[in-house]
């Protein structure tokens, strides 16, 4: 079976735009069974943090460090999603962490404007030679909160960041300078696309005020050259074992649970977060 994979078409549009779309990325089976996987999981139910935003809500999260032999760990792990991360940074990459963003129905709140190397310049990494790709589980709309980018600020270098709300937010007096010139861009997504985005793109992402819920999962990307010089809450380089796409669906709700390297709360100082009861 033929998987979708990054084309030089693709590479050159992330440079450029510093972000590129693969639509369909994985098929409706395939994100069926992450969607049942969110509610299953007694591990990700177990670790979920609420994170405060700027406009009085909270959003929630679980992040987990290595990726297993389970569903998760296929989708990290698989071929399609890591030689096109190889493909656009141009060599090696480690896991460097996977998350699962969730904005419940009418409650779940904002990302506020930021750079992800924003929060990873901090945890010692020297070059922005890091990306994350967005998956979508749900639907992501304008109205649920989808993510929202301004189109080429990757080539604006690392801004300034400080503590907005319980999270790490960029300087807005030049987030608002870099939107007279910049696209904003509103990244609709159906399930099953997928979002390759530079760790130095701006972007924020609205509180959820529809009635239907937006999970996210990203799969972030360091390259092997890139280790941190640092101790911190993410892993140094480790070798990434690749597993082919069919494991996804071989692996079906095989799931690691409590097992999986999950980050905790304190263990992260550039974001305040507290545990969720599910």
């Known amino acids: 079976m033929a998987y979708p994979a990054i084309t030089d078409q693709d590479v050159a549009a992330f440079w ?12 409706a089976e395939e994100v069926a069974l992450l969607r049942r996987a969110i509610d299953l999981d007694e591990g990700i139910r177990s670790h979920i943090v609420a994170i405060d935003d700027s406009q009085g809500g909270s959003t929630q999260l679980a992040l987990w460090n290595h990726p297993g032999d389970d569903l998760f760990g296929a989708v990290a792990r698989g071929e399609r999603l890591v030689a096109g991360a190889e493909r656009i940074l141009g060599g090696e990459v480690y ?11 009418h409650t779940g709140g904002a990302w506020d404007w930021h750079q992800d190397y924003g929060y990873w310049y901090h945890n010692g990494c020297l070059f922005p030679d890091l990306l994350s790709v967005a ?16 189109k080429g600020s990757h080539r604006m270098g690392r801004i300034d960041h400080g503590r907005v709300g319980g ?6 007096e030049r987030v608002r300078q870099a939107m007279t010139v910049l696209e904003h861009v509103w990244c609709e997504m159906a399930p099953g ?3 390759f985005f530079h760790c130095n793109l701006v972007h924020a992402s609205a509180p959820n005020r529809s009635d239907k819920p937006r999970n996210l999962l990203l799969c972030c990307y360091n390259k092997a050259s890139n280790e941190p010089y640092k101790e911190h809450h993410h892993p140094r380089y480790t070798p990434l074992e690749r597993v082919p796409d069919a494991r996804i669906k071989e692996l079906g709700l095989t799931l690691a649970g409590n097992a999986r390297d999950f980050l905790r709360p304190h263990e992260d100082k550039t974001v305040e977060a507290r545990p969720v009861s599910v």
């Not at 896991?95 to 129905?105: A, C, E, G, I, V």
């Not at 998956?135 to 301004?150: M, S």
């Not at 999270?167 to 807005?172: E, L, S, V, Y």
Request: some cysteine; charged content about 30%; glycine content about 6%.
């Open 135 to 150: 998956i979508a589980v749900d639907p992501a709309t304008r109205e649920n909160g989808c993510l929202e980018v301004l």
């Open 16 to 27: 450029r735009d510093g972000f590129v779309f693969k639509r369909a990325f994985y098929d």
């Open 193 to 195: 696309d997928a979002l």
């Open 167 to 172: 999270q790490t937010g960029a300087d807005m």
């Open 95 to 105: 896991h460097y962490h996977s998350k699962l963003t969730m904005k419940r129905p």
